[in-house]
């Protein structure tokens, strides 16, 4: 049977794995967020030369393994000595650096095609009111589009939110030591397979669940208006 | 061209492929199996689907895989071990990563099956068994080939979410595209050459497979009224 012991004396190690790709996932979710809000916005423009540019990105890294832009990352650019004699080589020199900016711009292409579905699908009376009111380009945008285009994305954006938590496992390919380099570090250690990766899929399914917790609240709380009525 | 690697990495192109297409195989027949099991009547078989979909997409690909290759090498060795057999057996790398991904993507395929089914009007059964149709009967006559059209969209999505999982065979072993794309980048030093030819590569799988999925949507879907604004 398996060995709680193992397990048990691990745990510390597993707990600041764990914090680790919290992390993570915080940091990479907030440069995705940040950058699919502009890009979302051109996206959904009717300007070609603004919506091209953000369809091929986001094509691109949709169509690319996460692990492909990884390595792209951490160990691709050392390739170029002008890269590696730059001021900016002590950020990419480093494992969690290019790990959340890998992630990052990763989660930001999903979200940006999230949240330019849900701008195009606002219902066109909503715009012509706004219009007929007299609001500016930015005052439509600011008060009737995006406000309630990012409370329909929270369904597909929590959907997102477990794929780059899954995501994030990744990071142990590049030496760092979240839930899974947890794992792997103990299975080597003592070489149980078992207990070392069951105990990290348990962390990783309580995080899942916390999230879906926490999207069920917020969609509660953003989303009644939508809710059918009984 | 990439420095007399070209012919390694295509052939890894094809390693690649022959895991999605193999772990697509059992992925479908589980998640069929998955689909039927959670519209069935048994509790039992509905309690059993809802916990595997549950636990698979709760759990990172990565974390199943490493899993599945390293307990399945401990297995493999008290089996041969209590066999009386002196040689050491390897676990194979291309079955062990097969099996994960078609495990994985099993389940969700199992709710792109369960909403397809359930999207068909429960008149076309009925009027199967009213015509004296067996259950086997009604599934593969009605029901399947119905189901079809309402499965692709969710079913395009998974498989191109599949192709790029199997980036991930790499890390046990298995010499696909991102293995050789790694072996290149050391012997040249040149890494963002040879990952970037090897994204390119993705890139283009991803392109042919949306192509051909959207010829399949266009046909299932003859007959069918689209209202024109």
Redesign the interface.
């Given at each position: 049977m398996l060995s709680l012991d193992v397990i048990v004396n691990s745990l510390p190690l597993y707990v600041s794995g764990a914090w680790l790709t919290v992390k993570l996932l915080l940091v990479s979710l907030l440069i995705g967020l940040a950058g699919a809000m502009p890009l979302a916005v051109m996206r959904s423009s009717a300007n070609p030369l603004l919506s091209y540019p953000v369809w091929l990105f986001t094509y691109v890294i949709r169509g690319t393994p996460l692990l492909v832009q990884l390595f792209l990352i951490y160990y691709g650019l050392a390739q170029f000595e002008s890269m590696r004699q730059s001021w900016l080589w002590e950020w990419f020199s480093s494992a969690w650096f290019c790990a959340v900016l890998a992630f990052g711009i990763n989660t930001c292409a999903y979200t940006t095609e999230i949240i330019a579905g849900a701008i195009s699908a606002t219902s066109h009376g909503e715009i012509e009111a706004a219009k007929s009111l007299g609001m500016s380009r930015l005052t439509l945008y600011r008060r009737i589009l995006l406000p309630s285009a990012l409370r329909r994305s929270l369904h597909a954006y929590s959907n997102e939110v477990i794929m780059m938590l899954h995501g994030t496992s990744l990071a142990s390919i590049v030496t760092l030591l979240d839930i899974t380099g947890a794992a792997r570090e103990v299975n080597s250690r003592y070489y149980l397979p078992f207990e070392a990766f069951i105990t990290a899929a348990v962390f990783y399914l309580g995080l899942t669940f916390i999230l879906v917790g926490l999207f069920r609240l917020a969609e509660k709380r953003w989303l009644v208006h939508l809710a059918a009525r009984v | 061209m990439l420095r007399g690697f070209l012919p390694s990495l295509i052939e890894g192109t094809g390693v690649t492929l022959s895991v999605a297409i193999c772990s697509l195989a059992i992925a479908i027949v589980l998640g069929m199996t998955g689909a039927l099991m959670k519209l069935s009547a048994s509790s039992m078989l509905k309690t059993i689907a809802t916990v595997y979909t549950t636990?698979i997409?709760?759990?990172?690909?990565?974390?199943?895989m490493?899993?599945i290759f390293?307990?399945g090498?401990?297995v493999i060795n008290e089996f041969t071990m209590r066999l009386g057999i002196k040689e050491v057996m390897d676990i194979n790398p291309f079955i062990a990563g097969v099996a994960t991904i078609g495990f994985i993507f099993g389940a969700y395929l199992t709710e792109t099956f369960r909403g397809a089914i359930m999207a068909i009007p429960s008149g076309q059964r009925e009027a199967g068994i009213a015509f004296g149709m067996t259950n086997t009967q009604v599934f593969m006559r009605i029901t399947l080939p119905q189901m079809v059209r309402f499965a692709l969209p969710g079913f395009s999505n998974n498989w191109?979410v599949l192709v790029?999982?199997t980036?991930?065979v790499?890390?046990i072993g298995l010499s696909d595209m991102?293995q050789r794309a790694?072996m290149a980048?050391g012997t040249t030093?040149?890494?963002?050459?040879f990952?970037?030819a090897?994204?390119v590569l993705?890139?283009l799988i991803?392109?042919v497979s949306l192509l051909l999925l959207r010829y399949m949507q266009k046909r299932y879907s003859l007959g069918t009224k689209v209202a024109v604004l």
């Open positions: - | 636990v997409r709760g759990v990172p690909d990565l974390v199943l490493l899993l390293y307990g090498q401990l191109l790029k999982s980036a991930l790499s890390v991102m790694g980048a030093r040149e890494p963002f050459t990952y970037l090897a994204g993705y890139l991803t392109t």
